[in-house]
């Protein structure tokens, strides 16, 4: 019996997903793009799909361009960006972004953009302020995630959605981490392109979506076929699109119910350990952050050996980002955020989810509790390390 | 629960095989591949802006697959750099010829992979070298050279202690390299023909000396004069880590006949030259000595045979402690190129009794 605390990296297919998809494999496949009866089923189950996945984020359904994840969607959305926009050539950003979105802006700067990267403060919340600032008319597009996907930091984006539509810059919302964890609603944001991730939902992976305000103002990476308003060319993944569209409705239905159990859950897991463990500490805010997410720093360990003991007693989290190898690497959100290497990494993630019971969460503080003693006795941190961490 | 034993893991096919056999024995098996070496400057990975891409931990992890186990991938980077390769620079630059793998045992495998094995509840650490343990009936465990004699690497282990050797597993200690081979196919692992390494693993293209050049401050480097046994200066060098006991080629001198290296001498930096004769020597003297064997010098000299290099074959001394951890060895015959900074292991029969690094050479 595993206990999955690692939802920011991906959900687990919820039944919901899995009975759509059933029913959609036992009716006819199709192209959405032909002209026969199969087409037009398969195209009414698209457009079904596309339209719950854009209730999610209260936008008009014609507007969800489907991908195949956020990584897509985010190089979409900046490389589309760009290349629409060849007179401008300053991309505005922060230090914290995923991996999807950091690469492609340094793939840019090396083609001569200027990419602006705010820091963020020791919670992980970028100043507004230090975003509009940074704005100018010769800014093609400023992007940031609304939820960060290591800490969970919620960032306050509506100024800068005003500040980036007065100097005619686009503004992507990456909202990978945020969707189905917090209301959205693009209006109000006032962004112009929006991530999504199925997988982050309960759908499985390989199926995403970008929000496009405007078509017009971005331009396609695939080109060779009509689909998605032109901006994604390609057969759709319809099965993808249907497991995202049935991930969507159940979010949807469930949302209040849902969010306030896993918040209840999430502070009863950090209560628990904080009670038993000396020197944790909570990495990002207290307040104002997705609920399910708990960053923390646990003292006088190594994060890679607690991960790795965890995971053999049956508790999976995670911890910054795996490299090739497979090895991991301290975060660079919490290096970003101030804190020193020693402590990054002493630091896991713990993020919880629609199928994290109230019995997972007693199991898991007990277990977590046990093992983060025996690895703090059998292999310390290094000491001026150990110190550190604890401060 | 079944034993839980972690595997130190390399992607070759030895420890692919000790793991296998491991779980195919049905013990809680959990696999470990290291990062020890820094990336080389400019390599693919660095390139790329990734940390690594080790075709070798892709290796070990689809031997995980195969045989159903956790495989874990562990940093272990600062470790190696403070703990080997800065004992690596320092021995060279203090005319000293160093043996890595030894010092990566003895701080790497089985100190610090042992504190991460107790960390994650295992109860011993396997590795993939041949070489035996054996347990005797007053409980006292003894290591001992591996069945395949031209594979044996119970040279490398002699640090190993009583507790050590408790928690340790060598599961290839009986076999041949070609029947690790072969159950490597019987067990359809994917690098059961895969090459053996050969080089230090963090001097990839096997140049010592560039390397402690890269890795050491200038002024640490140590020029000086090339000389004969009565003092003659016979030509200059770059820096004493060029040099080991018994080379002979790269001295920069043209003589009648062939002269190597006898003696660094790193208060002088004189690098003093000889005919293969003079090269021969009495006995030396060790320092960081380990017994095995707690008791074997109990009451006073005794009689071994001892290896000076790990491809040299094992010579009849007699050993005699001073201290509990500095030994003088005296060969029964002299012994040629005793070369400081390397392992001295003292052999009784197949057994491993102790061992210690290579302080001086006794003269006579």
Not at chain 2, 117 to 138: K, P, Q, S
Not at chain 2, 253 to 265: C, K
Not at chain 2, 324 to 329: F, K, M, Q
């Amino acid at each position: 019996m595993t206990i999955y605390l690692d939802h920011n990296a991906g959900a687990p297919v919820r039944p919901q997903v899995r009975a759509a998809i059933e029913r959609f494999l036992d009716d006819e496949g199709g192209n959405p793009s032909s002209v026969h009866r199969a087409g037009q089923r398969a195209r009414r189950a698209l457009e079904r799909a596309r339209a719950s996945v854009a209730r999610l984020i209260r936008a008009e359904p014609r507007r969800i361009v489907f991908t195949s994840g956020g990584t897509e969607s985010n190089n979409l959305a900046i490389f589309g960006a760009a290349k629409a926009h060849r007179a401008r050539r300053r991309i505005v950003s922060s230090a914290i972004e995923h991996s999807s979105v950091l690469a492609p802006l340094s793939e840019l700067e090396s083609s001569g953009f200027e990419i602006v990267r705010v820091m963020p403060g020791r919670d992980g919340r970028i100043a507004p302020g230090r975003i509009v600032e940074a704005i100018d008319r010769n800014t093609a597009l400023v992007t940031l995630a609304m939820a960060n996907a290591e800490v969970g930091t919620l960032q306050e984006l509506a100024p800068v959605g005003t500040a980036a539509r007065e100097a005619g810059a686009l503004f992507h919302v990456d909202a990978a981490q945020a969707a189905g964890r917090v209301r959205i609603a693009v209006d109000e944001l006032g962004c112009d392109l929006m991530t999504l991730s199925g997988h982050k939902l309960g759908a499985p992976a390989g199926i995403g979506a970008l929000y496009v305000r405007e078509p017009a103002r971005l331009a396609p990476l695939t080109v060779g076929g009509a689909q998605e308003g032109g901006l994604r060319a390609g057969t759709q993944n319809l099965l993808g699109a249907v497991a995202f569209g049935a991930a969507a409705e159940t979010v949807e239905r469930e949302f209040e119910r849902e969010t306030a159990r896993l918040a209840a859950l999430a502070e009863r897991l950090l209560a628990r350990l904080t009670d038993a463990i000396p020197g944790l500490r909570l990495n990002g805010p207290r307040a104002g952050r997705i609920a399910n997410t708990l960053n923390l720093a646990f003292p006088g360990v190594l994060g890679e050996s607690l991960l790795i003991a965890l995971d053999l007693e049956g508790v999976q989290v995670s911890m910054g980002s795996a490299c090739a190898a497979g090895a991991v690497e301290p975060s660079h959100v919490l290096l970003a955020m101030g804190l020193s290497a020693a402590e990054a990494r002493s630091s896991l993630r713990l993020s919880l989810g629609w199928n994290t019971t109230d019995e997972d969460v007693e199991r898991a503080s007990e277990i977590i509790v046990r093992v983060w003693r025996r690895v703090a006795e059998s292999e310390p941190a290094p000491r001026s390390e150990a110190a550190e961490a604890v401060r | 629960m079944s034993v839980r034993i972690l595997v130190a893991m390399s992607g070759g096919v030895d420890s692919s095989v000790a793991a296998a056999l491991l779980r195919e024995r049905g013990y809680d098996v959990v696999g470990v591949a290291m990062r020890l070496a820094p990336e080389a400057p400019g390599s693919i990975a660095r390139r790329r802006a990734t940390c690594c891409s080790h075709d070798d931990f892709e290796d070990a992890r689809r031997v995980a697959e195969r045989m159903n186990f956790p495989f874990y991938v562990v940093d272990l980077r600062e470790d190696f750099a403070v703990r080997v390769i800065r004992n690596f620079v320092n021995e060279y630059l203090d005319g000293r010829t160093p043996n890595p793998c030894v010092m990566c045992n003895r701080e790497i495998k089985f100190d610090r992979l042992w504190s991460r094995a107790r960390a994650l509840g295992a109860d011993f650490v396997a590795t993939g070298h041949y070489a035996r343990i054996e347990r005797g009936a007053d409980g006292r465990y003894r290591l001992m050279r591996a069945a395949d004699s031209t594979k044996d690497q119970s040279y490398f282990l002699f640090t190993l202690g009583q507790a050590e050797l408790s928690r340790t597993l060598f599961p290839l200690g009986a076999m041949t390299k070609a029947e690790v081979r072969a159950r490597a196919r019987e067990l359809g692992l994917a690098n059961a023909d895969k090459p053996e390494s050969q080089e230090i693993c963090f001097v990839a293209d096997g140049d010592y000396a560039r390397f402690v050049e890269r890795a050491a401050a200038r002024e640490r480097i140590r020029p000086g004069r090339v000389v004969d046994p009565q003092g003659k200066v016979l030509a200059k060098h770059a820096g004493m880590h060029r040099f080991t006991i018994g080379q002979r080629r790269g001295l920069g001198i043209a003589a009648g006949e062939p002269l190597y290296v006898r003696e660094i001498r790193p208060e002088s930096g004189d690098v003093v030259v000889a005919s293969r004769e003079a090269l021969r020597c009495a006995g030396l003297v060790a320092n960081r000595v380990n017994l095995v064997d707690p008791e074997l010098c109990r009451d006073g000299a005794v009689e071994v045979e001892a290896k000076i290099r790990y491809r040299h074959p094992a010579l009849p001394a007699v050993l005699s402690m001073d201290g509990a951890e500095r030994a003088e060895l005296r060969f029964r015959s002299p012994a040629p190129a005793v070369t400081p900074g390397q392992a001295c292991v003292f052999y009784r029969g197949d057994e491993v009794v102790g061992g210690g690094f290579i302080e001086r050479a006794i003269e006579g």
